[in-house]
Structures are given as structure tokens and as C-alpha cells.
């Protein structure tokens, strides 16, 4: 075998190297051994040299030079030569042999040390497998030892990494996270933290790390090590319900109080597109209670921070605008529509329009008459539009009413009664609406008066009388006439005796009769007549009081006539002013009369 190899290459070189070393090894050994050398006798003429006995391989040399005495003489110089020459030569074998013998030897002891080297690795491996495989055990055995006790490593619980913890090591983590555990729950316009104390949260860690143990198979941990296991708290906690209520509730009453809560869709007038349309739904920020709490029950019981409501969780409107029902609601209350015509009255006087229009009447107006019943069908409020002919009439009627006004000289007086102004028939003018509206839908309404005034009244023009009128102060025995706003004349004026219960009415009223001449007749108070004849007669309450000249009084303008001389109730006035006056106006002019 091997062996047997090593042995026989061994054996080779020992005699290879037996066979070098027959010769004697080294210069010294061989000048030793084999020369015994005497100083040769030198001829001074350098021309031979002769030795007195010559001993070894020179004495060879010395006899062969004796036995052919008759050949030529060698030089000195060849034979040194020689020697040389030869030295050299067994100097060279010397270092043959020697490198012959190094090689063997070595070759010896390389072959001994790869031999012993075999055996030794030999022993060695067996020595570390069974190293190996008892430490392996060793290990094994630890380990499955260890990880009865212990989770696996790269083991986290909702992120609390519990790795290579024990039992006792993991609960403790888990059960801190449970201390400390509280959840936020935000929505619309909404957020609420819930602490886990408050609610007496808990969770069943022993249970938990049990199962991470089990599932961590102790006996195939070599296998398991380098595997990632996250667990969730889910299924192990636990709270209080009635106090999680308890909490929801307190927060969510106050909140929904506090914000835009959900409204249903509706029809409405717009003004835009003139028709009813479906007003959408508005989605408030106010949450149900329950549905907060059930919505908390779900990510309470997988231990999640925090809680994000949806839409679900919201008062929803109950109504939206798609609805079936608000569509045909809708098309029911624009089939109702379709009202356009003007309002006017007739005004007949000589300082307005006939027929003036003073309002519209559209589907802006009507659609705030048309309602629905119980059952969905569209109808009119008759009670709604009688009481807007009703609110039109009174804040347009003026007829015996009080009225305040400021004349062009800056005074501000109160009067009222008199016989001008505006008065209706409301229940003709409610007739005639309701026709328009139900059947003609077009066209011109009229309101129908007893009587007119000069102007409309309304927000711009709230004195009904206009600009052009005559002013009569009592106080002052002043009459004015105002044309467009500006005096055009002033005049003196005596007016009836209030003490002999003959005063001038005082009131708003209008010139009804004029004549020029005339003669003005009428009872005194101790029971005579008089019949006084006056060029400018100008009535402005019937035919019994008015403006007029008087023959028979020479003074006018006197503050304090009116106690003590007073005219039976008419305004006085001298005889150019009445002129004047008479030739200005017209009949239907308005007279204002006042105390200042």
C-alpha cells in the first residue's frame, strides 16, 4: 500500500546516498587520509621540481615519472596546473555528492512528516466531528431548553418587540403597554382621547405569551431562528362598555350642540332660475353616540391607537335632493307657476300718468303662495294671499291716516285725517289677483280705488301728496305754495275763529271747486246769514271750506286773528294773493293743513 511505497523510496535514497559516500567527503579528509606530503625540492631555475619521496596519489605521479625517465620533463607551472584542475574536479563531485545526499535525506523526512501529517489530520477530524456533533447536541439541547421559556427571536406584539424574552420578561412589556394604553378617535370637526384606565382596559397577556411560546416550537428552533412573527393584542383585550358609553356620550352631546348639523334637501324658489328646484342636502358634523362606540369596540379590541370615524358614524340627512319623492314635489309646485303681469292704478289728475304700474307680480312672488299638503300635490294658500293683498293695502292706503313730513324750509310737521289720499277696495283687488294668477297669468292688474292720490307711496316717495302742494299753518296764518319742492308763493291768511268752534280743520286734503266771482253764504252765530260776494273761490273740503278773497277785512297775517277774528272757517286771503293763488292751481291739488 502507501506505506509499502514510502518505505521502498526510502530505501533508494539510502543507497544511492551509501554509494556517494564509498568516497571520501571534504578536502581535508582526502589530504589526511590519502597524502602524506613533503616539501618537494624546488630547482631555483623554475625548470623541475622533484620530491624526495612521494607518498599517495602523487607518489603515483612520482613513479610514473621515475619508470619513463626517459620521457620529457613537465614544467612546474603544468603540473600546478594540474593539480588545480583536478582539485577542482573532486571539489565539484564533493558538492554532487553532498547535494545528492541533502536531497535524499530530505526527501526522507518529507515523506516521514506527510505521513505523520495524514495520521495526525486523520485524528484530528475524527476528534472534531466528534466535537462537533457533541457540541451541536449540546447547543440543541440549550436551545430547546431555552425557548421553553422563551419566545423566538424577531417576536414583536403590535410593535413591543418581545424578542429572546422569557415568559415573566414578556408579560411584563406587554402588561406596561396595556398601562399605558389610550386611543384617539377624530372625525368631521371631531376628536376625543380615551384613556385605557378610564375605561378599565385590559388584556390577557399570559394567554398571548402562552401562545407565542407554543407557536415558537422549541423542538424546530435551528429552523425558526432567522423567521419574523409579529402578534397582535387582538382577541385578548377587554373594557368596560358602560363606561366607554358613559365617556362617548359625555363628549358627543356638547359637540353636536356646537356644529352645523345635518339638514335634509328641500324645495325652494330661486330667484336665479326662476322655478322651484331641489336645495341639496347639507351632511353635518354632529355623530351618533352608538355608532362612535362601536366604531371605538373595533380598533379597541385590536389595541389600535387610534380610531378614525367615517361617514357612517354621522346624523345623515334624511332627505337628498335625488330623492324620488322631492323630485315630483318639485315638478308638482313649478306646474303652478307661470304668473307675469303688472300691477297699476289709475291715477286721474293732472299731475300723474293714467294707469301708472306700481308693482309686478311673477314667479318670485306666487311661488310664496304655493304650498304642499300631506299627500305631496301642490295647492295655493287662498289664506296666504289674502293676507298679502291685506299687508299691500294697508302699507299703501293713506286715506285718513297720519302723516309726518318735512317742508322745504327744514319745519317738520305732524297731521292727518282730511279727505286725500289712497283708499281701496281690497276685496275686488284679492278677486282680480287670484283671477290673474289662477287663469290669466298675463297681462295688467288694476287696483281698484275709491280714490287716488298724487303719488304712489313707497320707500322713495313716502309722502303721497308729492312735491307741488298748498301749505296752511294755523299758527303762523301762512299759506305757501310749494311747486316742485320750492316756494312759489307766500301770503298772509286769517283762518276760521276756533273760539266760536269755527276753526279751519286742520288735515290733508285736495281743492275740489273753483270759481270766480262767486258769493259765499252761510249762517252767523246769532242765527243771521251772511253773503259776502269774492272774486277767487277755491274749496278744498267740499264746497264749505276753502281759500278765498274777503272784501270786508283789510288786515291778514295777524298771529292771533284766528281767537278773536277768525272767518267762519275759510282762509282769507287779500285779494292779489288769491288772484295769484286762483290762477295757479288747478282742482285736486293737495292742501295741507297744520299747526306748526
Given at each position: ?80 596546473r ?5 582539485a ?13 545526499l ?25 476528534s ?13 439541547g440549550y ?5 421553553s ?52 382596559y ?31 393584542f387582538?382577541?385578548?383585550?377587554s ?10 356620550s ?24 326662476d ?10 358634523s ?6 362612535v ?34 323630485v ?8 303652478l ?86 283708499d ?33 307711496i ?7 301728496w ?20 320750492e ?102 291739488c ?7
Amino acid at each position: 500500500g502507501r506505506s509499502a511505497k514510502v518505505a521502498a523510496a526510502a530505501a533508494a535514497a539510502a543507497d544511492s546516498s551509501a554509494a556517494t559516500a564509498s568516497t571520501p567527503v571534504g578536502r581535508h579528509a582526502t589530504l589526511a587520509d590519502d597524502i602524506s606530503y613533503e616539501e618537494p625540492v624546488i630547482d631555483r631555475s623554475g625548470m623541475a621540481i622533484e620530491a624526495t619521496t612521494p607518498v599517495g596519489r602523487h607518489a603515483t605521479a612520482g613513479a610514473h615519472a621515475t619508470a619513463a625517465s626517459a620521457a620529457p620533463t613537465v614544467s612546474l607551472v603544468d603540473r600546478l596546473r594540474t593539480r588545480i584542475a583536478d582539485a577542482r574536479t573532486r571539489r565539484q563531485e564533493k558538492k554532487e555528492a553532498s547535494a545528492n545526499l541533502s536531497a535524499g535525506r530530505r526527501a526522507v523526512r518529507r515523506v516521514h512528516r506527510q505521513a505523520v501529517f495524514r495520521k495526525v489530520r486523520k485524528v484530528a477530524a475524527i476528534s472534531l466531528a466528534s466535537a462537533i456533533v457533541l457540541g451541536a447536541a449540546g447547543v440543541y439541547g440549550y436551545g430547546v431548553y431555552h425557548f421553553s421559556n422563551h419566545i423566538m427571536p424577531n417576536t414583536t406584539v403590535d410593535g413591543v418587540d418581545v424578542s429572546n424574552m422569557s415568559a415573566d420578561e414578556a408579560r411584563a412589556a406587554l402588561d406596561a403597554r396595556v398601562d399605558a394604553y389610550k386611543v384617539s378617535v377624530s372625525g368631521k370637526n371631531f376628536y376625543l382621547l380615551i384613556r385605557g384606565q378610564d375605561i378599565d382596559y385590559t388584556a390577557d397577556t399570559n394567554t398571548l405569551v402562552a401562545r407565542m411560546i407554543d407557536e415558537g416550537d422549541k423542538w424546530k428552533w435551528p429552523l425558526l431562528m432567522k423567521d419574523s412573527r409579529a402578534y397582535a393584542f387582538e382577541g385578548v383585550c377587554s373594557w368596560n362598555d358602560s363606561k366607554l358609553a358613559g365617556i362617548v356620550s359625555e363628549y358627543v352631546e356638547p359637540h353636536n350642540a356646537g356644529v352645523t348639523a345635518s339638514q335634509d334637501a328641500y324645495t325652494a324658489f330661486s330667484n336665479e332660475a326662476d322655478c322651484f328646484v331641489a336645495v341639496p342636502e347639507i351632511i353635518g358634523s354632529a355623530y351618533y353616540s352608538a355608532l362612535v362606540v362601536d366604531a371605538a369596540k373595533d380598533d379597541l379590541s385590536r389595541m389600535s391607537s387610534h380610531v378614525e370615524l367615517d361617514d357612517d358614524a354621522l346624523i345623515k340627512p334624511a332627505v337628498y335632493a335625488d330623492s324620488p319623492d322631492l323630485v315630483e314635489d318639485v315638478d308638482a309646485m313649478n306646474g303652478l307657476l307661470g304668473a307675469d303681469f303688472d300691477i297699476i292704478v289709475d291715477i286721474t289728475d293732472a299731475w300723474s300718468d293714467y294707469g301708472r304700474v306700481v308693482d309686478h307680480i311673477g314667479n318670485a312672488q306666487v311661488s310664496q303662495w304655493i304650498h304642499l299638503d300631506d299627500n305631496g300635490d301642490a295647492y295655493f294658500d287662498k289664506e296666504a294671499m289674502e293676507q298679502w293683498v291685506q299687508d299691500y293695502v294697508d302699507r299703501h292706503y293713506t286715506y285718513r291716516t297720519m302723516r309726518t313730513y318735512t317742508r322745504p324750509d327744514g319745519e317738520e310737521f305732524t297731521m292727518g285725517y282730511g279727505t286725500y289720499g289712497w283708499d281701496y277696495n281690497k276685496d275686488e283687488f284679492y278677486n282680480r289677483l287670484t283671477s290673474a294668477i289662477l287663469y290669466d297669468k298675463v297681462g295688467v292688474v288694476e287696483i281698484p280705488c275709491y280714490q287716488s292720490a298724487h303719488v304712489w307711496i313707497d320707500e322713495d316717495h313716502p309722502i303721497d301728496w308729492g312735491d307741488t302742494y298748498i301749505d296752511i299753518t294755523i299758527s303762523t296764518q301762512i299759506v305757501r305754495y310749494i311747486v316742485d319742492g320750492e316756494e312759489v308763493l307766500v301770503a298772509p291768511t286769517v283762518s276760521g275763529d276756533i273760539n266760536s268752534d269755527q276753526g279751519t280743520p286742520w288735515g290733508c286734503y285736495y281743492i275740489t271747486n273753483k270759481l270766480s266771482p262767486t258769493h259765499l253764504r252761510g249762517p252767523n252765530g246769532d242765527g243771521t246769514f251772511y253773503d259776502v260776494p269774492v272774486q277767487y273761490w277755491m274749496a278744498f273740503i267740499g264746497n264749505e271750506y276753502g281759500l278765498h278773497d274777503n272784501p270786508n277785512r283789510s288786515v291778514f297775517g295777524w298771529p292771533w286773528a284766528f281767537r278773536d277774528a277768525g272767518s267762519h272757517g275759510c282762509c282769507n286771503l287779500p285779494l292779489a294773493k288769491a288772484k295769484l293763488l286762483y290762477q295757479m292751481i288747478s282742482i285736486g291739488c293737495p292742501v295741507i293743513v297744520h299747526w306748526s
